[in-house]
């Protein structure tokens, strides 16, 4: 059964940055794409990041053009674990981030798609404001 335990959200200042973890079970991370997906309060759902690591050594990273350059998605396969590393901030990125997965696809209109995605952590919130 997929398990996806989201950790490291908090309370930052404009400009600062948060890591993210999502500790995975239940799949391989050769057969499954892992994605991070926030709500912004009273907005719908946003894809953020995706990885896929078909090896250990292995890693195709993908963003969305709102966070592409501030957010880095990364991941350690020994450890069933993804992170998102986010930096520079801003008051519009406070949401609950959740770590979802499926099977693996390579078209960005799949794994962007958050509708396209079964299994879903509890979320972590995020918060940026001064």
């Known amino acids: 059964q997929v398990q996806l335990v989201e950790s490291g959200g908090g309370s930052v200042q404009p400009g600062g940055s948060l890591r993210l973890s999502c500790l995975a079970s239940?799949?391989?991370?050769?057969?499954?794409?892992i994605t991070w997906v926030r709500q912004k309060p009273a907005r719908g759902l946003e894809w953020v990041s995706t990885i896929y690591s078909p090896s250990t050594s292995t890693y195709y990273r993908y963003y969305a053009d709102s966070v592409k350059g501030r957010f880095t998605i990364s991941g350690n396969n020994e450890q069933s674990t993804v992170y998102l590393d986010m930096s520079s901030l801003k008051s519009e990125d406070t949401a609950q981030y959740y770590c979802v997965t499926r099977p693996f696809c390579k078209e960005r209109q799949c794994y962007a798609n958050v509708d396209e995605y079964a299994d879903w952590g509890q979320g972590t919130q995020v918060t940026v404001s001064s």
């Open positions: 239940g799949f391989s991370f050769k057969e499954n794409v």
